[in-house]
């Protein structure tokens, strides 16, 4: 069983910057898809920033492409989301997932489809003002 733990977030202005950081526990050295998924007040759930902890293509909303940057720890288990240039559509709630561990060989093709990862974090609010 995988566990995520989410913390940054918050208040920011448009322009500004944050990060957001996802610690994972409950897995042995395995390759996954980990990353970021956002959710706005009647919007669906969308795919931000998603990459592979060890081999495959990452994948980045093109509503952030050159905003934001996903990147990880394999040290801490960590994955993080720089979030610059920040805009007012950028606010929401921002999760963390995880799909299933699979064996260090695989190469993973990161996908934006939120029925594709089991395992989620609890969430944490962004809100960008004008």
């Known amino acids: 069983q995988v566990q995520l733990v989410e913390s940054g977030g918050g208040s920011v202005e448009a322009g500004g910057s944050l990060r957001l950081s996802c610690t994972a526990s409950g897995y042995t050295y395995e390759n996954m898809c980990m990353g970021w998924f956002r959710q706005a007040p009647g919007k669906e759930r969308e795919g931000v920033a998603l990459l592979p902890t060890k081999r495959g293509t990452t994948y980045y909303a093109d509503s952030v492409k050159g905003r934001f940057t996903i990147s990880r720890d394999n040290a801490k288990n960590t994955v993080y989301l720089q979030m610059n240039s920040l805009k007012p559509e950028d606010t929401a709630m921002y999760y963390c997932?995880?799909?299933?561990?699979?064996?260090?060989?695989?190469?993973?093709?990161?996908?934006?489809?939120?029925?594709?990862?089991?395992?989620w974090g609890q969430g944490t609010q962004i809100t960008v003002s004008s």
């Open positions: 997932a995880a799909d299933r561990p699979r064996p260090a060989k695989y190469y993973l093709d990161c996908g934006a489809a939120p029925a594709a990862y089991n395992y």
